[in-house]
């Protein structure tokens, strides 16, 4: 069904309707009375029905003019908003930051970084994404995402990564594991063992794409488990082992709950970045949420060990 009212009609119905003639409103809209007296009834014959009644001088409204004019604030107002918002967008003042990682728990930085953010874009929403956490670049290449905080970089024209912080995947064991006493582990450490990882496929665990897959070593046992914390307590109990990031699981390694080896002679190291879609006219607040996270202390594992969170 086409639509024959336009926002200019509803504004000629109000001020009708609220200045009672057609000489006051036409002085009102910058009209000649000619002119206003041409398009009201333009929009009477496009809508098959008078909208006033016309006694002597007075504009008195009809059924169908009431109902009108019911609707013409709640509309002019929301595109007045509409058009206050899309002002602040353009300006980069105003929007919605969509955001997510691929460490599934990794989010102890946020309350931090949203602070001083909120400060300097109090009109900017930042928004986790929880569903993309398992393929953000995916989710990022998609629209679905404006930043992607990730592990792993990608060969794409289409995306920009901003470095951030390193931090180091460790094996965790509980204190009197046959293999706590080595200085390090092996990917043919693992064959023999039982190893926790998070719910997800193994094609998307660090573990299996960067070490074990490589060396063509399957563990003896493998289980999946939801929880973090479910892993780490059933390593602290001897059940098996798994891999996590250093700062991850620092409190019960220096509380001699865990040990934690380095994974391999030289040990295993990753670059997070925060990587965007390249464009030409980057929101000053996406850059800001970056640089306040690389500075961030509760973001970078290496300045703050005793965060909780696990990564894949």
């Given at each position: 069904m086409a639509l024959h009212l336009e926002v200019r009609h509803l504004k000629l119905?109000?001020?009708?309707?609220?200045?009672?003639?057609?000489?006051?409103?036409?002085?009102?809209?910058?009209?000649?009375?000619?002119?206003?007296?041409?398009?009201?009834?333009?929009?009477?014959?496009?809508?098959?029905?008078?909208?006033?009644?016309?006694?002597?001088?007075?504009?008195?409204?009809?059924?169908?003019?009431?109902?009108?004019?019911?609707?013409?604030?709640?509309?002019?107002?929301?595109?007045?908003?509409?058009?206050?918002?899309?002002r602040q967008i353009a300006l980069h003042r105003e929007g919605i930051l969509r955001i997510s990682t691929e460490c599934y728990t990794c989010y102890h930085w946020l309350p931090s970084v949203l602070k001083p953010f909120a400060q300097t874009f109090p009109r900017v929403e930042v928004r986790i994404v929880a569903e993309a956490t398992r393929r953000p670049i995916e989710a990022l290449l998609d629209g679905r995402l404006d930043l992607a905080i990730t592990s792993a970089t990608t060969r794409n024209r289409k995306l920009i990564f901003k470095p951030l912080f390193k931090d180091e995947l460790v094996v965790i064991m509980s204190p009197d594991h046959a293999l706590a006493s080595r200085p390090f582990i092996t990917a043919k450490d693992f064959a023999a063992e039982h190893l926790l990882v998070y719910s997800v496929p193994k094609e998307e665990l660090t573990v299996y794409q960067k070490l074990l897959r490589p060396a063509d070593v399957a563990p003896k046992h493998v289980s999946r488990v939801e929880l973090s914390e479910a892993i780490i307590e059933m390593v602290k109990a001897g059940l098996g082992l798994s891999v996590m990031a250093r700062w991850a699981v620092a409190p019960q390694v220096?509380?001699?709950?865990?040990?934690?080896?380095?994974?391999?002679?030289?040990?295993?190291?990753?670059?997070?970045?925060?990587?965007?879609?390249?464009?030409?006219?980057?929101?000053?607040?996406?850059?800001?949420?970056?640089?306040?996270?690389?500075?961030?202390?509760?973001?970078?594992?290496?300045k703050d060990a005793r965060r909780k969170a696990v990564s894949r």
């Open positions: 119905v109000e001020t009708v309707a609220k200045e009672g003639g057609m000489t006051k409103a036409a002085n009102r809209l910058h009209l000649t009375q000619s002119a206003l007296s041409h398009q009201l009834r333009d929009i009477e014959a496009k809508l098959g029905t008078p909208l006033f009644l016309r006694l002597n001088k007075r504009m008195l409204l009809t059924q169908a003019g009431e109902r009108l004019l019911s609707a013409a604030p709640m509309v002019l107002d929301e595109l007045k908003r509409a058009e206050e918002d899309i220096e509380a001699g709950t865990l040990r934690a080896l380095p994974l391999t002679a030289r040990g295993f190291h990753r670059q997070w970045s925060a990587a965007m879609i390249r464009h030409k006219a980057v929101p000053p607040y996406l850059l800001r949420f970056i640089e306040l996270l690389a500075g961030n202390s509760m973001a970078s594992p290496r």
